[in-house]
């Protein structure tokens, strides 16, 4: 029974969000390097947030603003094509059947058009990451079974999902097409950058799969890239003589650290049996969504980060990477504009430099090398490729400065100003931005300020906390998204509610709630159509089994939850919501 304890370390969102002290903490605290100073006022009006806000919601369903709609499309298991396998409500599913559904745990998403200037608005594809699984919810008995049946079924429900979507009849629907697939733990992937052909990544079992992230971004090139923010989860051992060393303490690695257990069937899993395989994962992942052959590439000149969250823009035709961990903001600049770079062979994200960020009290910040030779990384480094294996040292030997759960960033379409979200582990949180030294994203200089911080106060419909991730649509609309499931007392949840869906404006500082969640739930990803008149919404771990609402499959799920399905006896399902509003026009207005 230890092992169904362990169970119970819930995965769904640990290394995302940990339950903290009181909600008013958050007033006094201090970041390390980075003053908590007031917000600035906003002032009035903001015609950009011009909804009638929802309020503050407990129900176990999705609310949306009146004159709006909200679909369910794409949840965990789901099949890939109409043949099947059907999904079965009490989660018997095997993992056979489950390789050819939609994975659990959704996160980060981003819709890809067609034909962005044509019919995009109305076809195209949606990749979706599977962060992690809880164990309670994905099986049939609860997770009690430690059989290889059940690591090969929690292994093939995460990594990500590709599928091909329409709008028609006025519903968007999945459709069965070759492009559909899942990329698992055990996908065929290949390593790219100044680490290919290493022998850490590359000998022994070779590289196999990808583990389950929030991060998500989008090339310029029309790439999708994610990240293994759950590196952590996977890995685990049961030998009494093994000891963590510094590069797995600083990458949350530890002999009794996984709350899965797959290193009991699994032996690259065990950190004794093979010491080097925790190396092949924590990579940024470049999948080419169009195209099912290729196999997903890990660009190591980007680090070795366990990603939280990720954004993509351009300095002088450069590829620039924003990318945040558990506790710090990265950079990377890639070399040479990415036109002339990319061919069949060659990638943008393949030469460049790395940086990390370093906020200062005064507002202003710098950008921190993380290069051989540089800045103090010539003692302990034996050359490049070992300062991108252990990229998270590299940052505290460089002095970088130090975020509280930093989620995921995005780039203002018209300003370049950046926005990063903190979920802070007390349940409060705050926004940040910055403009980068003469507007170039490649600068090594910026000046940061707070842009908002969470408040209890409900008057305008805005209080939130614990946000989670940042995105921006054409539109220049800020979408905030929250997971509160984990907040730390019953007065912090019976405040707020469920997770929810705001929206800002960045001129006026005004923000609005736009949608709530199913109990239990996180809101993790956002996407839009290029018309702006589609809204994709991931709903992550609605009927969290770690919840304070208690474990749905052992008391009524509807007093749980067991959204969207209904089912009596029925489980919760991460899904896809897609928001429109009723008479077509833009979303947010």
Not at 173 to 185: C, K, S
């Amino acid at each position: 029974m230890a092992h169904h304890t362990n169970d119970h370390a819930h995965p769904s969102r640990r290394t995302a969000l940990r339950a903290g002290a009181g909600l008013g903490a958050f007033a006094a605290a201090t970041l390390a390097g980075i003053p908590f100073s007031p917000a600035h006022a906003a002032p009035e009006g903001g015609a950009r947030v011009t909804f009638t806000p929802v309020p503050i919601a407990r129900t176990d369903r999705v609310t949306v603003p009146r004159g709006y709609t909200a679909q369910v499309i794409a949840p965990w298991g789901a099949p890939l094509h109409s043949f099947g396998p059907k999904w079965r409500s009490d989660a018997s599913n095997s993992s056979a059947e489950a390789r050819l559904q939609v994975g659990t745990g959704h996160s980060g998403l981003h819709y890809f058009p067609v034909n962005p200037s044509g019919d995009g608005a109305r076809s195209g594809l949606l990749v979706i990451n599977h962060a992690a699984a809880d164990p309670v919810l994905l099986h049939a008995d609860g997770g009690r079974a430690t059989t290889p049946e059940r690591t090969a079924k929690e292994m093939v429900s995460l990594g990500a999902t590709v599928l091909r979507v329409r709008f028609s009849n006025g519903r968007w629907r999945v459709v069965g097409a070759d492009v559909n697939r899942r990329v698992t733990p055990s996908s065929h992937v290949t390593y790219s950058g100044p680490l290919h052909g290493h022998d850490t990544l590359e000998g022994g079992a070779g590289a196999r799969g990808i583990l389950g992230g929030a991060a998500h971004a989008v090339t310029p090139w029309g790439t999708y890239l994610t990240g293994e923010s759950t590196l952590a989860d996977a890995f685990g051992t049961e030998d009494r003589g093994w000891r963590p060393s510094r590069i797995h303490r600083c990458y949350g690695l530890a002999a009794d650290g996984s709350p899965y257990g797959w290193h009991r069937h699994e032996p690259r899993f065990d950190l004794a049996a093979s010491p080097d395989e925790h190396y092949r994962f924590g990579w940024t992942v470049e999948i080419s969504p169009w195209d099912p052959v290729t196999p997903p590439v890990k660009r190591t000149a980007l680090g070795r980060l366990a990603l939280n969250g990720a954004a993509v823009t351009e300095s002088r035709g450069r590829a620039v990477v924003y990318m945040t961990d558990d506790a710090r903001v990265y950079k990377f600049v890639g070399e040479r504009p990415w036109r002339e770079v990319r061919t069949a062979t060659t990638s943008p994200l393949d030469e460049g430099t790395l940086y990390v960020a370093r906020f200062d009290r005064d507002g202003t910040g710098r950008w921190l090398r993380l290069e051989h030779g540089r800045d103090g990384l010539t003692e302990g480094f034996h050359d490049q490729a070992d300062v991108l294996l252990r990229a998270r040292e590299a940052a505290l030997a460089v002095g970088a400065g130090q975020l509280r759960s930093p989620g995921r960033p995005t780039v203002h379409p018209e300003t370049g100003d950046v926005y990063v979200p903190e979920a802070r582990a007390d349940g409060g949180g705050r926004i940040l931005t910055w403009a980068e030294g003469a507007g170039d994203a490649g600068a090594t200089v910026m000046s940061w300020r707070e842009f908002a911080r969470p408040t209890a106060d409900d008057a305008d419909r805005a209080a939130f906390a614990a946000p989670s991730g940042v995105h921006t649509g054409g539109d220049g609309r800020l979408w905030i998204t929250t997971d509160v499931a984990r907040l730390g007392t019953d007065d912090q949840r019976a405040a707020l509610g469920n997770s929810a869906l705001l929206c800002a404006d960045p001129e006026s500082g005004r923000i609005r709630r736009f949608l709530t969640g199913p109990r239990g739930s996180g809101i993790s990803g956002v996407s839009t159509a290029p018309d702006q008149r589609s809204l994709f919404v991931t709903v992550m771990g609605p009927g969290w089994s770690g919840s304070p609402l208690g474990d749905p499959t052992a008391a009524d799920p509807a007093a749980v939850s067991n959204w969207p399905g209904r089912d009596r006896d029925g489980r919760p399902r991460s899904a896809v919501v897609v928001v429109r509003r009723e008479d077509g026009g833009i979303i947010g207005t």
